[in-house]
């Protein structure tokens, strides 16, 4: 698959005006027996004199296409150039093979995709598939072994493959059409369809029933190969929409490079932020026993050399069992003001039922405010323990840290930037 680099159309057939809008219409395949307008939706008589209008199949701007291919598009394949004219929209329902823990069956589901026609000037073709998932480019065969639906849903089109599993089998409905056709294609027209996968590709069998459902008037075989969007790129590239559809792309990618980078170092500090950040400023042990409802406890000085964010923890690293308490403690400044708060309910029960060890216990609490002077300060801190409990035995330690980071702020501004992220994500290609 290989580009060219100038703008080489196929010769046209037919030029004429469309007779619904108006706009230039061209015609390239020589079999063609009518053309939908790709601008109004009217289908016209390709052969007639008038071009009249035979039907309309609705506004084409409500079937907008997947990506940057468009009709009159030409592209390079295998050495040889092609020209896009004519694109179908097709809603499939459908039963899905699935397979999950031994188990297997069918699930009914709906799918939407476009199927675009693509000509050669020595008039052969092939169908490029379009959907959310990625392209397949889809081409005609002759089986050695044709067949439809089989009642034991299982499939093979030639003698060297061993009959594969149906993955997908059902219906689909032509929602929209632009560009030419051999035959009049209305919206609502259905056809059915099978297929099964054989070393990474697809093959499938797609029927139409006649207009009373009961005879089959059309067969056709398709093999279905992947092609990544990038080699898809490459052989438009001689349109010069592409040019301007990689530049914008790079311009998001750009964008989604410097936003995604911007993310992962907020996640990483928002992790940071979870580890207890900061920096000890000051670290004292209590014993628990002293601590008592009435009388305070007053910690040494500690002495902050400047503002900022503050975290007060007040942790138990050790205590009796079955016991709990609820300690207060109250910041003061130089001037015996009280400048914030922090208390705790902490307990330590264990114990044994129906044969198995349990414990619950919460030996930790901590609280994060800001201090705007410095100065030198004390903690009061009190105790009160349930009525009917002895007071617990231990040690209750005080951390004070500052330079903190605060994960709420991390957390609202990865939330913020992931919208614009996954805006670029989705135009960056």
């Known amino acids: 698959m290989t580009a060219i680099t100038t703008q080489e159309k196929l010769a046209s057939v037919k030029q ?19 053309i939908a307008c790709q601008y109004c939706g009217s289908v016209l008589d390709v052969n007639s004199e008038d071009h009249k209008i035979l039907s309309a199949l609705g506004k084409p701007d409500r079937y907008s296409p997947m990506s940057f291919i468009r009709l009159g598009m030409t592209a390079v394949f295998n050495d040889k150039t092609y020209q896009v004219i004519a694109r179908t929209r097709l809603r499939m329902k459908y039963k899905e093979y699935w397979a999950e823990e031994g188990e297997t069956g069918y699930s009914n589901e709906v799918w939407i995709f476009d199927e675009w026609l693509l000509i050669d000037a020595n008039r052969t073709y092939f169908y490029l598939i379009e959907d959310k998932e990625g392209y397949l480019i889809s081409e005609e065969i002759i089986p050695e072994t044709p067949g439809l ?16 599993i149906v993955r997908e089998y059902g219906d689909a409905e032509i929602i929209h059409f632009e560009g030419e056709s051999n035959y009049r294609i209305t919206t609502g027209d259905h056809l059915r369809f ?18 009373g459902g009961q005879e089959i008037k059309e067969i056709e075989f398709f093999r279905e190969v992947p092609v990544s969007r990038r080699k898809l790129l490459e052989a438009f590239s001689n349109n010069e929409e592409i040019e301007k559809l990689k530049e914008t792309e790079g311009n998001w990618r750009f964008v989604f490079n410097v936003i995604g980078l911007t993310w992962l170092a907020l996640a990483g500090l928002l992790l940071y932020s979870f580890m207890g950040t900061g920096k000890v400023i000051f670290e004292q042990n209590i014993q628990i026993e002293d601590l008592s409802e009435t009388q305070p406890v007053m910690t040494g000085e500690i002495a902050v050399a400047g503002g900022g964010l503050f975290r007060l923890s007040l942790e138990v690293p050790f ?24 208390e705790g309910d902490f307990y330590y029960y264990e114990g044994y039922e129906d044969g198995e060890h349990w414990t619950e216990k919460e030996l930790s609490s901590s609280t994060v405010f800001r201090l705007q002077q410095p100065g030198n300060y004390r ?19 005080i951390v004070l840290k500052r330079d903190i ?7 609202i501004a990865l939330i913020v930037l992931a919208i614009p992220l996954f805006i670029a994500y989705s135009r960056k290609g």
């Open 149 to 164: 639906l089989p009642s034991n849903l299982r499939m093979s089109f030639f003698r060297q493959q061993s009959p594969q």
């Open 194 to 211: 099978a297929m099964y996968r054989d070393r990474g590709i697809e093959y499938s069998v797609e029927w139409r029933m006649a207009d």
């Open 16 to 34: 004429f005006n469309c007779t619904g809008c108006g706009a230039s219409l061209s015609v390239i395949n020589p079999r063609a027996q009518h």
């Open 379 to 397: 903690l009061n801190l009190y105790k009160n323990v349930p009525e009917n409990m002895i007071s617990p035995q231990g040690e209750l330690r």
């Open 319 to 342: 205590m009796t069992q079955n016991t709990e308490f609820y300690a207060f403690a109250y910041v003061l400044d130089a001037d015996s003001g009280v400048v914030n708060t922090v």
């Open 405 to 411: 980071l605060i994960s709420r702020y991390f957390i």
